[in-house]
C-alpha cells in the first residue's frame, strides 16, 4: 500500500516495521509527531521523558537489555542529551539504537539554528540523512542494521522540510521484533577509566570499518550525469539542486558521517568542477576540501537559513554554471501596500495573557523561557526580558541577582509547567541551595501547549493514555527548600499582582505556581465580553493586553463575540467599565 | 508534464490543512507524484500560514519558490497580498473576501490596506475574489468555507469532477460530508 507521509510518519512507520518496541523523546519542533505516530502502532512502548537526556538514557537501556529503541528529539535537544549521546558511542549498543535529529533551519520555531550534523563527528557515531519520506522510512530501518552491525549509536538527522513534508511511502509489513540476550558485561557497558580507555580504541576500529563501509553502502551513490558539473549534496538540499540542475553529476550522500572519501575522490576525478550544495554549514565541504579537492560551496550557497531552489540557482548563476538569461525573473509588482506582519499570539483567552500584562506594568525585569509564552515578550505585551534555552530563566534571575543588587527585588523567572520539570528544577535547587533571592514564576497550564498538546508528568497523563500521578508542583518546590510557595490565579489581575509585588521584595527564594489550563484544552465557550460604548473613552489601555479580540475603531473599543471566551481579564483593565464580563463569567471562568 | 504547484495560504484555524489534505487526494488518483510541505508549531498561533502542493509526473522539492505558484488560494485577501509575489506571470488567484486583522492592527501600530481585492485583480489578471464565508453560511455551515475555495480551484486544474467528489468522501467526515459537497458545488460553479 503507498501512503503519502510526513517525514515524521514515515520514521515512526520504520520504526514499527523494522521491529522497534521502546521509544523515547521530549517534544519539540520538528521532531514531535515522530513519537505521536509510533505510540499508536500495535505491541509498542513510546512515552514523553520529562527531558531529552532522560529519553536517551532511556533508550541506552532498552538497548543494552537487547530491544531496537528509537529516541527523538529537536536540535537543540540534543545539547541536554549530549553527555549520555558521548559516552554511548564508547558502550556501543546491545539492541540497534536510533537517535533522532531533527534540525530546523531557518529557526521556524526554534532558538537556533545549530547544525547538528557536527555532532555525529563530535560522538562519533554514524548519520543518515533522508531527503524525503521514502529515505526516512528506509533509512530508519537501515539505521538500526548499521547500530547492530558496527555496535554503535546510530543518529538519524532530519530537518524541517523533511519532518513535515509529505511525500509517498511504500508501506511494509512488520518484522517480527525480538529481543537480544541481555549478558552482564562490564567491560562495555561500565564506563569507568581503564574500561573507557579500552572502549574509546574499540571506537576507533568500529570508525574505520564504518569508513569502509560508508564508500559501499547503497546510501551514497553516484548519479551519472553532465561530466562539466558535478555536485555532492545531501538531505533535502538535493531536492533543490535536482529542480535546478537536472543535468548535472551528482553524488548523492545518504550517509554523511564518517564519509566516504575514496568514493567523493572517484566523483572529483570525473568532474570538470566540483560544488558542494548543503544545508546551513560547510560541514561536507570542508571534508572535501581536507581530501585536497578544489570544492566550491559557501562562497555561492548561503550558510544561514533554509535552502530552496532558488538560493541554489541564484548560487550556480553566480558561479556561472546557469545562464542569468535562463532564469525567469521573479515578477516586480509596483506600488504595492505595505503588507502588516502577522505574527503568532497568544490566544484569546490564554492565561498567560494576565501575567505578562502584570509584569509589564510593575516595570520587573523578567527572565524567560521556552514555551507558547515566550510570544509574552513580543509587542504589545512586552513582558520579557530574555529567552535563551529551556529552563535559562530560572540560572539567569539567580546570576542577575548575585550581579546587580540595583535589580534585586526586581527581577522575576517566568517558567512553564513542562520546561521547568524538564530543566528548571535544578535551576531552583541552586537558588535555594545558595541562598539566593530568585522569584520563579511557574505558569502551570497543565499541558505542553507550544509543540502541540503533549501530555508531561504534571498532567495526569501518559503518551500510551494512560492515568499516571500528576507531579505535584508546591509539594516539590517546597520539598527542594522553598518556604514561600504560593498558587494564582492568572486570570484574577489583583491576585496576581499583590502576589508578585509582595514575592519580589521578600528576602529568600518564592515561588508563585500561576495556575490555569491552556484555552485551547478548556474548551471554553463562555459569554463573550460586551462593551459599554458611552463608557469608552478610546483610550487603548486594552490594547497593551495584545488580544486577538479586542480592537479599537473610530476611537471605540470593540470586542470580536467569536474569538472572545470570556476570560474576564480586559474589564479587569478597564478603568471606566467600558468592558464588561458576562454574568457568571468574570474572572476565573 | 510540468508540475502543478498550488499555495494554500490563511491564518492558523481556517482550514487550509483539510483543503490541503482534499488536493493531494485527487492528486492521488490521479496517479501523480506529490509532495506537501507546511510549519508547524510556533507559526500555528494566529500567525500566517501556508501550505504548498506540487503535483507531477515527478517532484524533487517540497517548496514552491517565488514566481512560480500555478495558483494561489487565498483564505483571508491581506495573505493572498503577502504572497502575490509567489504566483507565476499568468497565474491564477483565489481570494476569500475575509478580512483577518492581526494584532499589530487591532493594536493600532499597523494599518489593513484598503481595497485588497481590487489591489490583487488590478495585478492578476485571473484574480477570482469569493465570499466563501456567505456561500458556505447558505449552504448550512460557515466553517465549509474552505470546501468553497476548493470548488473554484477545482475548476481551474485538469482534473474531472468526480475525483474531488470521491476526494470529499474519503477526507469529510461523514456527517459534514452533504454540507460540504453543497459548499464544493457552489465554489465549482463560480
Known amino acids: 500500500m503507498r501512503e503519502l507521509m510526513t517525514g515524521n510518519e514515515a520514521i515512526a512507520r520504520g520504526a514499527f516495521e523494522n521491529g522497534v518496541t521502546v521509544a523515547s523523546g521530549y517534544p519539540g519542533t520538528p521532531s514531535t509527531e515522530i513519537l505521536e505516530n509510533f505510540c499508536r502502532y500495535q505491541g509498542v512502548y513510546a512515552e514523553w521523558a520529562p527531558n531529552e537526556k532522560v529519553a536517551l538514557e532511556v533508550g541506552i537501556g532498552a538497548s543494552m537489555a537487547g530491544a531496537r529503541a528509537l529516541v527523538t528529539m529537536k536540535h537543540v535537544g540534543v545539547n541536554v542529551a549530549a553527555d549520555p549521546l558521548l559516552t554511548a558511542a564508547y558502550t556501543g549498543v546491545n539492541g540497534g539504537l536510533v537517535i533522532i535529529s531533527a534540525d530546523d533551519p531557518g529557526m521556524h520555531s526554534s532558538q537556533n539554528e545549530q547544525d547538528n550534523r557536527n555532532y555525529a563527528r563530535f560522538a562519533r557515531i554514524p548519520m543518515l540523512e533522508p531527503s524525503d519520506s521514502a529515505e526516512a522510512r528506509d533509512m530508519m530501518g537501515l539505521a538500526l542494521e548499521i547500530s547492530e552491525e558496527f555496535d554503535i549509536p546510530v543518529m538519524l538527522r532530519i530537518t524541517t522540510r523533511v519532518a513535515h513534508s509529505q511525500s509517498f511511502v511504500d508501506l511494509k509489513e512488520q518484522v517480527t521484533p525480538s529481543l537480544r540476550e541481555y549478558k552482564k558485561d562490564t567491560r562495555k557497558w561500565l564506563m569507568v577509566p581503564a574500561f573507557g580507555r579500552m572502549r574509546r580504541a574499540s571506537l576507533g576500529e568500529r570508525m574505520e570499518r564504518l569508513s569502509r563501509y560508508s564508500g559501499k553502502t547503497p546510501v551514497n551513490f553516484i548519479l551519472p550525469g553532465d561530466k562539466k558539473v558535478g555536485v555532492i549534496t545531501s538531505g533535502v538540499s538535493y531536492q533543490y539542486l535536482r529542480d535546478t540542475l537536472p543535468g548535472a553529476s551528482v553524488l548523492k550522500l545518504g550517509m554523511t558521517y564518517p564519509l566516504p572519501a575514496g568514493l567523493i575522490r572517484q566523483f572529483a576525478a570525473g568532474v570538470e568542477k566540483l560544488f558542494v550544495v548543503e544545508e546551513l554549514e560547510p560541514y561536507i565541504e570542508d571534508f572535501v576540501r581536507g581530501l585536497g579537492l578544489n570544492a566550491k560551496g559557501k562562497e555561492f550557497f548561503p550558510e544561514t537559513g533554509e535552502l530552496g531552489a532558488a538560493p541554489v540557482r541564484r548560487g550556480f548563476i553566480a558561479a556561472g554554471v546557469i545562464p542569468e538569461e535562463a532564469s525567469a525573473p521573479v515578477p516586480q509588482y509596483q506600488d504595492m501596500p505595505a503588507v502588516p506582519v502577522r505574527p503568532p499570539v497568544l490566544c484569546a483567552g490564554c492565561p498567560h495573557r494576565g501575567v505578562f500584562y502584570a509584569l509589564r506594568k510593575l516595570k520587573l525585569v523578567v527572565t524567560g523561557d521556552i514555551g507558547c509564552y515566550t510570544l509574552g515578550g513580543l509587542a504589545p505585551l512586552e513582558g520579557m526580558d530574555s529567552c535563551v534555552c529551556m529552563g535559562a530563566s530560572i540560572g539567569m534571575s539567580h546570576g542577575i541577582d548575585m550581579a546587580a543588587p540595583g535589580l534585586r527585588g526586581r527581577t522575576v523567572a517566568v517558567i512553564g509547567d513542562s520546561t521547568f520539570l524538564h530543566s528548571g528544577i535544578t535551576g531552583l535547587i541552586d537558588v535555594v541551595y545558595n541562598g539566593g533571592n530568585t522569584t520563579v514564576l511557574i505558569l502551570d497550564n497543565s499541558t505542553t501547549a507550544m509543540t502541540g498538546h503533549q501530555d508531561n508528568p504534571a498532567t495526569g497523563k501518559t503518551l500510551m493514555g494512560k492515568d499516571a500521578p500528576v507531579i505535584d508542583l508546591e509539594g516539590l518546590v517546597k520539598s527542594l527548600g522553598v518556604v514561600r510557595v504560593r498558587t494564582v490565579d492568572p486570570l484574577d489581575l489583583s491576585q496576581l499582582e499583590e502576589a508578585i509585588k509582595e514575592e519580589v521584595t521578600a528576602s529568600g527564594p518564592s515561588v508563585i505556581i500561576a495556575r490555569k489550563p491552556c484555552v485551547l484544552l478548556r474548551r471554553q465557550t463562555g459569554s463573550p465580553v460586551t462593551v459599554n460604548e458611552e463608557a469608552c473613552t478610546g483610550c487603548k489601555t486594552c490594547l497593551r493586553l495584545s488580544c486577538p479580540a479586542i480592537s479599537v475603531n473610530d476611537k471605540k473599543c470593540s470586542v470580536d463575540p467569536v474569538s472572545c471566551i470570556g476570560c474576564g481579564l480586559c474589564p479587569q483593565v478597564c478603568k471606566f467599565g467600558a468592558l464588561v464580563a458576562a454574568k457568571g463569567g468574570g474572572a476565573g471562568a | ?190
Open chain 2, 1 to 190: 508534464m510540468r508540475s502543478i504547484d498550488v499555495l494554500l495560504v490563511g491564518v492558523g484555524g481556517q482550514g487550509t490543512i483539510l483543503a490541503s489534505r482534499i488536493l493531494a487526494h485527487v492528486g492521488q488518483s490521479m496517479g501523480y507524484d506529490i509532495k506537501v510541505s507546511e510549519i508547524h508549531g510556533m507559526a500555528q498561533r494566529g500567525g500566517s500560514v501556508v501550505t504548498q502542493v506540487r503535483m507531477g509526473e515527478k517532484v524533487f522539492s517540497p517548496l514552491i519558490e517565488e514566481g512560480t505558484a500555478d495558483i494561489i488560494l487565498a483564505f483571508e485577501k491581506l495573505e493572498g497580498l503577502r504572497w502575490l509575489s509567489y504566483l507565476k506571470p499568468g497565474g491564477s488567484m483565489i481570494v476569500n473576501d475575509q478580512a483577518i486583522y492581526p494584532v499589530p492592527v487591532l493594536a493600532g501600530l499597523a494599518v489593513y490596506p484598503e481595497d485588497v481585492t481590487g489591489c490583487l485583480s488590478a495585478r492578476v489578471k485571473d484574480n477570482a475574489v469569493v465570499d466563501a464565508l456567505a456561500i458556505a453560511r447558505d449552504c448550512g455551515n460557515p466553517k465549509a468555507a474552505n470546501v468553497v475555495l476548493v470548488g473554484v480551484l477545482a475548476r481551474r486544474l485538469p482534473i474531472p469532477e468526480e475525483k474531488w467528489q470521491e476526494a470529499l468522501a474519503a477526507r469529510v467526515p461523514a456527517k459534514f460530508l452533504e454540507v460540504n459537497r453543497a459548499a464544493f458545488s457552489k465554489g465549482y460553479k463560480l
